[in-house]
């Protein structure tokens, strides 16, 4: 997903903030923006990977994060258990997320592929 941001005049004559994205080139809905973004918050560290986890499985999602300064920073999504994915950053594991939050992100990007407007419910799937 690429982000711009910007300003425009709202018909009450207030100053608004805009953002027009794209996702893989293509067109991205400032709604579905919004809410792939809050969804990818989302993803949060719930607590420390406990000490010995096996992290010898292939990642099941890989997420490079490229800021405006030109670094990137890339999240490795190991699954440890049925409910859990070790987060491992830039190669470094230290902490795990939900795979429910993991799967809501996904569900939100397939969503979008198809034409739909996402929930602002993420919390419904």
Do not use: W
Request: glycine content about 8%; aromatic content about 8%.
């Amino acid at each position: 997903i690429s982000m711009t941001h910007g300003e425009r005049v709202n018909g009450a004559g207030n100053t608004v903030k805009t953002v027009d994205a794209t996702i893989n080139g293509e067109p991205l809905s400032e709604t579905n923006c919004r809410r792939l973004f809050i969804r990818a918050l989302n993803m949060r560290i719930i607590d420390f990977l406990p000490e010995g986890t096996d992290l010898t499985a292939e990642p099941d999602a890989v997420i490079s994060i490229t800021t405006l300064d030109g670094k990137t920073t890339v999240m490795e999504l190991v699954p440890i258990n049925e409910r859990d994915y070790a987060m491992m950053i830039d190669g470094k594991a230290e902490y795990y997320i939900y795979q429910k939050n993991l799967n809501n992100l996904i569900t939100g990007l397939k969503e979008n592929a198809m034409g739909y407007e996402l929930e602002n419910n993420y919390s419904a799937y």
